[in-house]
């Protein structure tokens, strides 16, 4: 059963549906009992549609998903 930590890491993976289904069960239990994690993957998921949307439209720099994205990742520790 993932934490808080490793279900919020593995967001990305999610969205992106790069996790083994099994994988994605064990967020879907843990989300459907975390209403932090749940509000978390809602904002990213409603951030993704309206960047990909907004892409559509025009032409945003190189990169610049990416690093709006890194903007909600966890903080990792620094050791
Ligand atoms: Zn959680």
Excluded: W, Y
Excluded at 35 to 48: N, P, S, V
């Amino acid at each position: 059963m993932p934490n808080c930590q490793e279900t919020l890491k593995e967001l990305e993976l999610f969205l992106d549906s790069e996790l083994p289904n099994a994988r994605i069960e064990e967020i879907m239990v843990h989300l459907t009992g975390c209403t932090d994690c749940q509000g978390a993957f809602e904002f990213h998921a409603e951030l993704r549609a309206i960047v990909r949307a907004k892409a559509k439209r025009d032409h945003l720099p190189d990169g610049f998903t990416d690093r709006l994205l890194a903007c909600f990742e966890p903080q990792t520790d620094p050791d």
